[in-house]
């Protein structure tokens, strides 16, 4: 039985300071996996522990994956909002 490797689709860092005082944290997210969840809270703590007070988050050269990930990591930026609607 082969298995295949789920990889850690985040990447972040602090891309840039502004003379407004602005530190801008900016998280790539590739892939919206079952992993995607967990570390993009970890990037925010880390991002917000390093000082970051605004955010990017770059979903170019996303290929997609499970829905329901995408979904879970909207309720870190919605409250009490429907991120989608799923017509049949």
């Known amino acids: 039985r082969l298995f295949q ?9 602090v891309s840039e300071v502004r003379p407004d005082g602005t530190k801008v944290g900016f998280i ?5 996996n079952s992993l995607v969840k967990a570390n993009l809270e970890e990037a925010l703590a880390s991002l ?4 970051a007070n ?3 988050i770059d979903l ?3 290929g ?6 995408a979904v879970e990591i909207s309720s870190l930026f ?3 909002r429907v991120a989608t609607y799923v017509v049949d």
């Open 5 to 13: 490797e789920v990889k850690n689709p985040i990447r972040y860092k």
């Open 28 to 32: 790539r997210i590739s892939e919206f």
């Open 48 to 51: 917000k522990q390093q000082g």
């Open 54 to 56: 605004a955010y990017v």
């Open 60 to 62: 170019r050269m996303n």
């Open 64 to 69: 997609g994956g499970a829905f329901q990930s």
């Open 78 to 80: 919605f409250e009490d």
